[in-house]
């Protein structure tokens, strides 16, 4: 595995019974990039991240996640990588700092490292000021803004983003991509899945899923003039609906 290449997958299949959720997917991920991991819903993207993540096994195939093997190392995975979805966030019932504290502790940091992390975290986001508020009493673009930096909180060299900006207003989804932007100058890799097209155009590179088959992969420039498409809503339109 080149060094450069944080994520390399080679034919990775999983079949649900004779369902092929995901048919034999081959990318591979550079160090820093930020990967967008487009698809309709069913294509199969949750599953590939599943088992990107180690938490799911393959039916098939190979891959490899910050040098870590899927099939053999998945607890190496776990510690190397940050996740954050729509789904899966931080807890309601907790406040701001006890989420914090609680992940940095999921996350093996020691209290002394906790201590230091949650101060920058609130200073950087500004939450100073709620930090003793509950989650749940937080607008939802805060909860994501505060997820993604608590799925950063351990130095992962690559971070999972499921749908993380579902449904958020335009503005705050740009200030979550200025996030993401900086993440990815400091050398996280992003590898990232969104229905927002715009948001496709932010990225590196983009794959298309289309019925668990990676369709196309490229950068959204190249993606364009491969399909004669204005824009990656177009091209994501012309291959999802064949
Ligand atoms: N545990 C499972 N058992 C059987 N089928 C499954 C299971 N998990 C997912 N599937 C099926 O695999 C297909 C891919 O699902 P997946 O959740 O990976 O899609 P997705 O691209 O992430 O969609 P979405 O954008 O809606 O999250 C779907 O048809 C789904 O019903």
């Not at 509950?134 to 690559?158: E, N």
């Not at 999972?160 to 200030?175: A, M």
Request: with cysteine; aromatic share 10%.
């Amino acid at each position: 595995m080149k060094i450069t290449n944080v994520i390399e997958a080679n034919g990775l299949t999983k079949m649900f019974g004779d369902f092929t959720a995901v048919n034999a997917i081959t990318f591979e991920v550079k160090k820093g990039e930020i990967f967008g991991f487009l698809g309709a819903n069913g294509a199969g993207k949750t599953t590939a991240i599943k088992m990107l993540i180690g938490i799911s096994i393959p039916t098939s195939g190979a891959a490899k996640v910050a040098g870590y093997d899927v099939f053999t190392q998945a607890e190496d995975i776990k510690k190397n990588i940050g996740y954050m979805s729509q789904k899966f966030a931080l807890y309601d019932d907790l406040t701001v700092k006890e989420n914090i504290t609680f992940f940095g502790g999921i996350y093996g940091l020691s209290k002394s490292r906790i201590k230091e992390k949650t101060k920058e975290l609130l200073e950087d986001l500004g939450l100073e000021d709620v930090a003793s508020q509950l989650v749940g009493s937080l607008p939802l673009g805060w909860k994501q803004k505060l997820s993604f930096s608590v799925a950063l909180i351990h130095d992962p060299k690559i971070v999972f983003l499921d749908e993380p900006t579902g449904g958020v207003d335009p503005i705050t989804r740009r200030q979550f991509w200025e996030m993401i932007y900086r993440a990815s100058s400091q050398g996280t890799t992003i590898f990232v899945t969104t229905h927002y097209m715009d948001e496709a155009e932010y990225c590196d590179r983009v794959s298309i899923m289309v019925n668990g088959k990676i369709e196309a992969l490229d950068t959204p420039k190249k993606l364009k003039e491969q399909f004669h498409a204005d824009n990656m809503n177009d091209v994501f339109l012309k291959l999802a609906r064949g």
